[in-house]
């Protein structure tokens, strides 16, 4: 029989040794020991003292040993007044010898039920020669502030004071190296740098600046990059985000998808746009982004509102958005959804979708309309060339001529003015090559035989010529609205503008004097005749290079009218809060009665929609009536240039000059016309930022940190203008931590999926063997009817 286990209890002689002295009895626990720098108990068991020295050469006890050589108790920083005796000078050099000893006082407080025993210092030493036994940093001009031996007069030994300064000053290294930490991993997601990459640069840092503190301390492997930016960082911007979302009273939530190639799956970017109360401007920032498998309307609404924050959905006046039937259906939902129960509520309003989109998409499916396949051939001509050289060598032999066609963009169409002007300008030596070449070596490609056949068109010239033309005209107007400034009171004077000049080469010109822009009616008693249609300077000259004919004009005409239709009628021009919201142009406030009659037009539809009362409408009225009855604020108005001030800034230095205080409601209803949304090109820019961002087997909730992080350094200014604050010190650190609990929580899903897999396998086995068997009770049951049925028949015979 075994003999039974002997305990050892705990001697008080231990602490004796001063390397035991951090050890202590536990009250009522005789066979355990308690750590007082680990705050750890330790079972003796039979091991004794050898227990102790075990626990001594642990890391974490090592770690805590240096630690407690550095720290000192903040008693020392609280002393006014010094010695004057050399009693009592002994006295505080004896104490100020060992730092540890006052500091482990501390420690008591945290051992269960500990006895009150003195034990010795954890470190015995000479109270006379402690200060030689430290680095003497009295010297050091950057860090004498920190040293209090560095202003001492008196005759005092100071090395604890410096061994204290030392303390401090590695307390405020630290600081800063987390700092830097911080700031490299910010750099790192703005220049869209791997992991891999960061983590050699820290090394190379290190040799760089050799002779620095915090270059030396940097300790950022990819790792750490990685769970830095994603649980430490990106948490904290969006923190200040919603923070900042949760103070707007109305909001403006903008969404797109693209494919995102990593994934594997639609990611659909959400932006929001809202009224920031500190800096009094309109504010454009990400929110999120949402992966998609399938993309129907229900999908999106779906994603859209399980990535907004909580109690955001009702503060949404409008959602930006390009027009795919599949998003009107997913506003229509939405809009039901929100109306459910809620009669009070505000009901979303409608200015169109993007109006960048349904310009450019008209333009896009007027020239498709017209049959002219301008596109086809632009895209042909650039693939001849591209990337042979023989065909090259051909071409500069035959025509003498090194200018090549550029390059079509398939998404931006209206960026293609130059690539339409280089065409036109070549097409001359395009068939001059097809007609040198000699049959037995003419290209066999596709791309040859489009461009062989398109040059006989004799209307190709200025076809390529009015694309020009009307491409150049919409050009300016796509490219000013790519902005975060508020531009939605801008959108109907700029498009009629647009429309205007296009109607105005085929309309007659007293239908166009005397009618309503949306409103005329283009049947052929409005037009003009074919030989009075303004074709634009290009197109005249390219149709008599090419001697087109009578039918030809007429040809073009009814073509060029196809196009102009479908600009008409996918404009923002359409819906009346478009043209409601324009009294906010200062240049349609100059005209007062012009400005109040679209005034009434937007509130009469803010006030159907249930965003406001009838009585916050009259208010609204007479306070705008009042402002802009000031001659003050008219001559403002005249000096408004659009380009240098932004439309909120200009409104609100007005009120704040002008009339503050009574017009409290005319700026809670600006603001509300101010994030309006006149575009989706917030949303699409991200794009460009998610292609960079993008990485082999990236996680989803990476690409959405690395975003959130671009965005908020961007929205603070610039890296160079972003100040890295004690809580982002504290995300960082804790970010570790953070770390963990993810991947913890992700085993711990993966393993429920994983047991929910096993138990649905378990269950089908299952199944399939109660069918099995089931199967063959029933085969034997109908083998036994049968056997039955014959018995019967033949006791029948």
Not at 603 to 617: A, K, R, T
Not at 627 to 645: D, G, M, P, Y
Not at 649 to 655: G, Q, V
Not at 669 to 680: A, D, Q, R, V, Y
Request: net charge positive; glycine share 4%; aromatic share 8%.
């Amino acid at each position: 029989m075994a003999s039974k286990l002997r305990k050892t209890t705990f001697r008080d002689e231990w602490n004796q040794n001063p390397s035991l002295s951090w050890a202590q009895a536990i009250d009522g626990s005789p066979y355990a020991a308690w750590c007082k720098l680990c705050n750890h108990r330790i079972e003796l068991s039979n091991m004794g003292k050898q227990a102790l020295t075990s626990h001594a050469s642990g890391v974490k006890h090592s770690r805590r040993v240096q630690g407690f050589h550095m720290s000192s108790s903040i008693a020392v920083y609280c002393k006014t007044t010094r010695p004057t005796s050399a009693a009592s000078q002994n006295n505080s050099a004896s104490e100020s010898s060992s730092p540890l000893s006052e500091s482990s006082k501390l420690f008591s407080s945290d051992v269960p039920s500990s006895p009150q025993v003195s034990s010795p210092p954890l470190f015995q030493t000479d109270p006379v020669n402690s200060s030689k036994s430290l680095p003497d940093t009295s010297s050091n001009a950057d860090n004498s502030y920190l040293n209090p031996s560095a202003t001492c007069s008196c005759t005092c030994t100071c090395g604890s004071a410096r061994k204290e300064s030392k303390s401090l000053t590695n307390y405020l290294l630290n600081d800063s190296v987390t700092r830097a930490e911080i700031l490299w991993c910010l750099y790192c997601v703005m220049a869209h740098n791997s992991l891999r990459n960061a983590e050699n640069s820290v090394a190379m840092h290190r040799k760089m600046y050799h002779d620095s503190k915090i270059a030396a301390k940097l300790q950022l492997g990819k790792s750490k990059v990685s769970y830095t930016i994603v649980h430490g960082l990106a948490p904290e911007f969006q923190k200040e985000l919603h923070a900042d979302i949760s103070k707007s009273s109305h909001l403006v939530v903008g969404f797109d998808e693209s494919l995102n190639k990593i994934a594997q799956k639609q990611q659909m970017d959400i932006s929001v746009h809202y009224w920031n109360e500190d800096d009094s401007i309109t504010c454009t920032r990400y929110l999120t982004s949402a992966f998609l498998g399938h993309s129907t309307a229900a999908d999106l609404l779906s994603a859209f509102k399980n990535s907004l924050p909580v109690n955001t959905l009702h503060k949404i006046i409008q959602v930006s958005m390009d027009g795919p039937n599949v998003n009107l259906r997913f506003l229509k939902d939405l809009k039901q959804d929100l109306k459910e129960g809620r009669t009070d509520e505000g009901v979303i309003l409608d200015i169109g979708t993007c109006g960048l989109h349904s310009l450019h998409c008209a333009f896009k499916g007027a020239m498709k309309e017209t049959g002219w396949e301008i596109v086809k051939f632009l895209r042909a001509i650039y693939n001849l060339f591209h990337n042979i050289p023989t065909r090259r060598a051909d071409y500069i032999r035959i025509t003498g001529s090194s200018l090549f066609p550029l390059k079509f963009c398939p998404v931006r169409w209206l960026d293609n003015v130059p690539v339409a002007d280089r065409a036109l300008k070549i097409l001359p030596n395009l068939r001059n090559y097809v007609a040198g070449l000699k049959s037995n070596t003419e290209p066999t490609c596709a791309s040859f035989v489009i461009v062989k056949s398109a040059i006989k068109d004799v209307l190709l010239g200025p076809k390529l010529a009015f694309f020009s033309s009307v491409a150049a005209e919409v050009e300016p107007l796509l490219k000013e609205y790519q902005t975060n400034d508020p531009m939605a009171p801008y959108l109907f004077s700029d498009f009629s503008s647009v429309i205007k000049n296009f109607m105005t080469r085929f309309v007659k010109a007293d239908v166009m004097a005397n009618t309503t822009l949306s409103k005329i009616d283009l049947s052929a008693n409005n037009l003009v005749s074919s030989k009075k249609i303004d074709l634009g300077f290009g197109t005249r000259a390219a149709l008599r290079s090419e001697n087109a004919s009578q039918k030809d004009m007429e040809l073009f005409r009814a073509d060029w009218l196809k196009c102009v239709k479908r600009i008409l009628k996918r404009s923002p021009l359409t819906f009346s809060l478009t043209r409601g919201i324009s009294f906010a142009d200062p240049s349609v406030a100059l005209i007062p009665d012009l400005a109040i009659k679209r005034l009434s037009c937007a509130l009469d539809i803010f006030v159907s929609h249930n965003w406001l009362s009838g009585i916050q409408g009259d208010k609204i009225s007479k306070e705008f009536k009042r402002l802009c009855s000031l001659t003050a604020v008219q001559e403002h108005l005249k000096l408004h240039v659009r380009s240098k001030v932004r439309l909120d800034k200009f409104w609100f230095d007005l009120l704040n000059v002008y009339c503050s205080e009574n017009t409290g409601h005319l700026a809670s209803f600006l603001k509300m016309i101010f994030i309006m949304s006149h575009g989706n090109a917030a949303v699409e820019r991200g794009f460009s930022i998610n292609k960079q961002c993008l990485v082999e087997n990236q996680l989803d909730i990476s690409l959405i940190a690395q975003r959130t992080i671009h965005d908020g350094i961007l929205s603070a200014g610039g890296l160079d203008n972003f100040v890295v604050s004690k809580r982002f010190i504290h995300a960082a650190r804790n970010a570790y931590l953070k770390y963990k609990e993810y991947t913890e929580q992700q085993k711990k899903l993966l393993q429920e999926k994983e047991e929910q897999d096993t138990r649905k396998r378990k269950a089908a086995a299952e199944l399939s063997a109660l069918e099995a068997k089931k199967k063959k009770i029933l085969e034997d049951a109908e083998k036994e009817a049968a056997v039955l049925s014959f018995q019967i028949e033949a006791l029948k015979k």
